[in-house]
């Protein structure tokens, strides 16, 4: 595993309709190099906080999702929000402007990418498919981008709880053409942005709590 960390980003407002090529919660590929569909999904705009940062220029190595040869990109997602280093938060949404780039006989459909925390990652995080390209595209770059952010929950997707604020993103291929060699590349700049929302203390809770109680009493008297 190749592992770097982001520590620089930009926050970018983005909302409205949004799409993509394909994006689940279990691993999209059955290790062959087949034509998949293109999928669209809903979106209702981005709610909570949204943090962008660029993955590119970085290579995308080999299949399946965990091999050792892969890029993992560490990014401190909750102190990018301007949040204290360490803090609890949860993607809830998803967008991209990529630029990507196929090496050889590899396909662009192929490239990953693989969200998931940094603690304890399961496979049971999101996989995304920015592009929907049955082949090489000549090996020319090739542009795919979300019209927006996608709600995870409105599509089905679980939110992605990042207990340390720290979001694990593995670049992987679908089908490896190359071992451990370049399938793929994704060039400068590859912006990802996500949506995410601070998940409260215990204390801030409690707080909730007594609150609801005074104006519950409040309204009875």
């Not at 990418?113 to 049955?134: E, I, K, N, Q």
């Amino acid at each position: 595993m190749i592992a770097k960390t982001l520590c620089a980003a930009t926050l970018l407002a983005v909302a409205g309709a949004a799409h993509a090529q394909s994006m689940s919660q279990t691993y999209l590929s059955n290790g062959s190099k087949v034509t998949e569909p293109n999928t669209t999904y809903a979106s209702r705009g981005a709610t909570g906080t949204l943090v962008s940062f660029n993955i590119g220029p970085n290579n995308s190595m080999d299949g399946p999702q965990g091999d050792s040869s892969n890029v993992v990109l560490l990014i401190d997602i909750a102190s990018l929000a301007g949040f204290a280093p360490g803090t609890p938060v949860t993607m809830t949404g998803v967008g991209w402007d990529v630029n990507q780039q196929t090496v050889g006989a590899s396909w662009l459909s192929e490239m990953r990418l693989y969200f998931d925390d940094a603690v304890a990652p399961d496979a049971l995080g999101l996989f995304l498919r920015p592009s929907a390209t049955s082949g090489t595209g000549g090996n020319l770059p090739e542009h795919n981008a979300s019209a927006g952010i996608i709600d995870l929950s409105d599509n089905s997707i679980a939110n992605i709880a990042l207990p340390n604020g720290i979001l694990r993103l593995e670049l992987f291929e679908s089908y490896e053409d190359v071992e451990d060699g370049v399938d793929g590349l994704w060039l400068d700049p590859s912006i990802i942005t996500v949506a995410i929302a601070e998940v409260p203390t215990p204390g801030a809770m409690g707080l909730l709590g007594v609150a609801g109680m005074a104006a519950l009493s409040r309204k009875r008297r």
